[in-house]
């Protein structure tokens, strides 16, 4: 057990102490690295970086102290081999993907994912010649086994998918994508690395919006990949040419023999990130770590509550239906348990009797509920989704995705749980 590397820690312990290590006369916090570049004494150890010889950092684009820090802390609380920041958890779906996918690549992906991701994948990457087969993720393994292709190379879905709610089951769908020689992608966001490691159950790349819960405060846009190191890419490598044969761009160098389990992430940080940019600034990683530290302390606050407002909006008499992992009477609850034991996270989705208009009508009398485009950070917030991030669906797509017309999207703040209650009880019955 290597206490000095963070290991056998616990994840409050890694939500503080991990990925800044001060040494003697350096500052306690992490510092603010608001640099373009870095100074070195001689031309030769610049080339050496340069051709990946040497680790270190000389344009911020590519890697940053600051970046890399929170990287670091990220991947321990994943339990993952390397880990990467993007600008926006869609930069991380999407070069995610795009690391192990060219034109003529498919991917398999569960229809209820986030409504931004289904259009990244369905649309625009189709653009760039890559294929999508959306399958319902409650399906039977042997209908979802006929999704796959020759040309597939990834699977991609949610652990609780959002707005949906639907709980994934992990190790059925990884099985499914070994079966076929493919790794697993999921989308962590919404339970978080405190509430469930997708690496546990298979999964192979883990991605993260960590606008939401990690940064945790509305503050700061930002994505994050981590990779588990588990998937053998050079067993394949008809299948990932990227990884397994030389990259001309970067002298010859085959990411699979020379960096082994690091391949993954160095290649979508010196080629995708260096080509497409979509890096996180220092001053919004910086405030990422803030978030972090408090993370395994807030997500409880948030499970808590919103289990106490599903079950208070479960009993009220103008609601029609509740969806919330965390209630026993969820579909979910089974797989909620077995993945996630301590709870699954504070966003909640219901449906009012009154439908549509009843819907728009209750949100405009909330007080202390925000109707906001963001979700899942300490203050309570509301949305329609079919009247906003997913309105770029038809109503087929829309049910597709598990997103009735009259779904409202509750993401259950920290505050007092008697208070968001009380809010949401004047609210009702102004309507």
């Not at 312990?13 to 603010?32: A, D, F, M």
């Not at 994943?78 to 993907?97: C, D, F, I, K, W």
């Not at 040419?241 to 160095?266: M, N, Q, V």
């Not at 485009?373 to 997913?390: E, G, K």
């Amino acid at each position: 057990m290597n206490r000095e590397n963070g290991e056998g820690y616990q994840k409050g312990t890694i939500c503080i102490q991990s990925g800044w290590k001060p040494k003697n006369g350096e500052p306690r916090v992490l510092p603010i690295y608001q640099s373009t570049t870095f100074k070195y004494e001689s031309s030769e150890q610049m080339g050496r970086l340069f051709d990946l010889e040497e680790s270190g950092f000389f344009y911020s684009r590519l890697q940053n102290p600051t970046n890399e820090c929170v990287a670091q802390k990220i991947c321990e609380l994943e339990g993952g081999v390397a880990a990467m920041l993007t600008s926006s958890g869609q930069a991380a779906n999407y070069y995610a993907v795009f690391n192990i996918c060219e034109a003529g690549s498919h991917v398999v992906m569960s229809s209820t994912v986030y409504g931004g991701t289904f259009n990244l994948l369905t649309v625009t990457m189709k653009k760039m010649g890559i294929e999508c087969t959306v399958v319902d993720p409650d399906a039977p393994e042997e209908e979802l086994h006929r999704a796959f292709q020759d040309n597939t190379r990834c699977v991609l879905a949610e652990t609780i998918a959002n707005p949906a709610l639907v709980v994934l089951d992990i190790e059925k769908f990884a099985r499914l994508a070994h079966a076929h020689q493919v790794p697993l992608l999921v989308d962590n966001t919404f339970a978080t690395p405190i509430n469930c490691n997708p690496f546990r159950w298979g999964a192979d790349v883990v991605i993260h919006s960590t606008t939401k819960y990690m940064d945790g405060h509305g503050m700061s846009l930002g994505g994050v990949i981590v990779d588990s190191g588990n998937f053998d890419w050079a067993a394949y490598p008809d299948k990932y040419p990227g990884l397994c044969r030389p990259d001309e761009s970067y002298h010859g160098i085959t990411y699979t023999e020379k960096f082994g389990k690091l391949a993954y992430i160095t290649k979508a940080t010196s080629q995708l990130m260096r080509d497409l940019g979509a890096a996180q600034s220092p001053q919004n990683a910086f405030l990422l770590n803030v978030g972090l530290e408090t993370l395994h302390l807030r997500v409880p606050r948030h499970c808590e509550n919103a289990l106490a407002v599903a079950q208070y909006l479960e009993n009220h008499e103008k609601v029609a239906w509740v969806n919330y992992p965390g209630l026993k009477s969820s579909k979910y609850y089974d797989l909620a348990r077995k993945y996630m034991p301590d709870g699954t996270c504070g966003v909640i989705s219901f449906g009012l009797k009154g439908g549509r208009e009843a819907a728009s009508g209750m949100m405009d009398l909330l007080k202390l509920a925000a109707i906001v485009t963001h979700v899942a950070d300490a203050r309570t917030c509301v949305l329609h989704p079919a009247s906003h991030t997913h309105r770029q669906m038809n109503d087929e797509q829309l049910r597709e995705a598990g997103v009735a017309p009259d779904l409202i999207r509750l993401s259950v703040g920290i505050e007092s749980k008697e208070d968001i209650i009380a809010d949401l009880e004047q609210a009702l019955q102004g309507i």
